[in-house]
């Protein structure tokens, strides 16, 4: 199940679209980022999801736009969400009178949609100013009605209605057509030939709405055979990659520190290679990251590191070949697009329960994280704002606290790193190390020391589970940074001394 299917399945259903953008509170006065994969968020909320059962749900696309978010999807609530759909609509007259005017044009079965995707790509195109688009979908269940065959009447007065949208909020509000996701999947089961048709006869609609094509994407678990996953590829532009490792969920529930990292460049890669074998080497690859997972009726996520090491390593070229992919080692570049499925906060009306607390001030701080390594260069984490690790830290690579910045390591805090670098950077590029270009303070004491060591025992990391030996990781280095404090001791390094 794609992290798309995850949060339109269980939030949506009931009536919440994905509120990402709280993660962004930080990076819109952060410097523009580099040339990289496009950005992506899936399930905007929109005005229409504040009002069907949720508080305080809208987003803000303008913040989006200004922490270099391009791309977006609108998590679709079906008419039934509402359970007074004209409250809602009467709390915003131009809304309800586009929704009449839906109504009296279109086809019944198809006016909620395209009133609701519709009122989305302007709402959407309006606040990001111009900068933000949507992927609109996914649309097998709506336009391929009994399953067994594509309404091709169906998919034109969509294209045409959305097309028309489009043109009003001043063009460029389509990123393109989210087919399918996880076609695959038991809840469903979409028949490829019926995806292929369908992104057909949305290349036939766009022709007859006078509107240049946008690309079909089509969201895949790699977990299946590529036999049963190259058929859907035949009429797809993209294809986006669900997390499928859950990187920051195990067993038991809740414990997150063995994130398997590797899984980032392997998708990618083995999303590469699907699209070779398919024959469609211009096939784009998007990878929708992770921010949570619900294991039974816990949710477990990132901490505000993990989620800096997930990105960094999602947007540096790395390795993909070791450990339990050991095939043919070799760098794979980063994927063509990054989507993130994070939500705020959410009060159900109906049960009063609160989804998901995930940003400030249950201190994952993930806005930070997002602005830092998007604006970092590849090989390390980017420790640019001042920062307190405790209790176990793992470090999947090189990590560097810039000028300007503090690293605090409070009393019994365990710091350890992998005997591989995933990052692939710094002085030597096969092992980790710490480089203070800020400053460190480590608040060890006679009674609850400070370790610095190996985590080579981990198996999230790429190397077989073993011992700690010596040279396992570079060490603490200075380059133009302090470092106050005692109690502390560096083990399994090259170097057990900070220089």
Same mark, same amino acid.
């Given at each position: ?140 269940? %709506? &336009?391929?009605? @009994? ?9 034109? *007065?969509? +294209?045409? #209605? =959305? !097309? $028309? /949208? ?11 057509? %989210? &087919?399918?996701? @996880? ?9 490829? *030939?019926? +995806?292929? #048709? =369908? !992104? $057909? /006869? ?33 009429? $797809? ?263």
């Amino acid at each position: 199940m794609t992290a798309h299917t995850w949060s339109r399945r269980i939030l949506p259903a009931c009536g919440l679209a994905a509120g990402w953008i709280a993660l962004v509170a930080l990076a819109a006065a952060a410097p523009a980022p580099p040339a990289g994969p496009a950005l992506g968020v899936l399930g905007l909320a929109t005005a229409l999801d504040a009002g069907a059962g949720w508080e305080d749900v809208a987003d803000d696309p303008a913040r989006a736009a200004a922490a270099g978010i391009s791309l977006a999807t609108l998590a679709y609530a079906p008419e039934s969400d509402f359970s007074d759909l004209n409250l809602v609509l009467g709390k915003s007259p131009d809304l309800k009178a586009r929704y009449e005017a839906v109504k009296a044009a279109a086809r019944e079965d198809l006016a909620w949609p395209i009133f609701y995707y519709a009122a989305g790509v302007a709402e959407v195109r309006k606040g990001g100013a111009g900068k933000l688009r949507v992927l609109v979908g996914p649309l097998y269940d %709506l &336009l391929v009605p @009994d399953r067994k065959s594509v309404d091709a009447a169906a998919v034109g *007065a969509f +294209v045409g #209605a =959305l !097309a $028309a /949208a489009e043109k009003e909020a001043g063009g460029e509000a389509i990123a393109g057509w %989210l &087919l399918s996701d @996880d076609p695959l999947a038991t809840t469903h089961r979409h028949d490829p *030939a019926q +995806v292929v #048709a =369908l !992104a $057909a /006869a949305l290349r036939a609609a766009e022709k007859q709405a006078g509107i240049g094509e946008h690309p079909c994407v089509v969201g895949l678990s790699l977990a299946a055979q590529p036999a049963l996953l190259l058929p859907f590829l035949a009429g $797809a532009d993209a294809l986006l990659i669900a997390p499928d490792a859950f990187l920051f969920s195990s067993d038991p529930p809740g414990k997150v520190e063995n994130a398997v990292y590797e899984s980032i460049p392997h998708a990618v890669r083995a999303a590469r290679e699907l699209a070779d074998q398919a024959k469609k080497k211009a096939l784009k690859v998007h990878l929708a990251l992770q921010a949570f997972d619900r294991v039974e009726d816990e949710v477990t996520q990132p901490s505000h590191l993990e989620m800096h090491q997930q990105l960094r390593q999602a947007l540096s070229p790395a390795i993909a070949g070791r450990g339990p992919y050991a095939r043919s080692p070799k760098p794979v570049p980063p994927a063509d697009a990054l989507w993130f499925a994070y939500w705020r906060d959410a009060r159900s009306r109906r049960s009063g329960k609160t989804l998901n607390r995930w940003d400030d001030p249950a201190g994952a701080n993930w806005s930070e994280a997002l602005a830092a390594e998007r604006a970092g260069a590849p090989g390390a984490v980017h420790v640019v704002k001042d920062e307190t690790w405790s209790g176990v830290n793992r470090l999947a690579g090189d990590v560097i606290v810039h000028k300007g910045a503090t690293l605090t390591v409070e009393p019994g805090t365990l710091v350890l790193f992998s005997p591989v670098d995933h990052f692939l950077g710094g002085q030597d590029k096969t092992k980790c190390e710490l480089v203070v270009e800020g400053k460190l303070v480590i608040r060890g004491n006679e009674q609850m020391n400070v370790l610095f060591g190996s985590d080579a025992p981990n198996p999230g990391f790429s190397t077989a589970p073993r011992k700690p030996q010596r040279s396992d990781w570079v060490g603490i280095r200075l380059a133009g940074g302090t470092v106050e404090g005692k109690h502390y001791k560096l083990e399994y390094a090259i170097s057990d001394r900070i220089r």
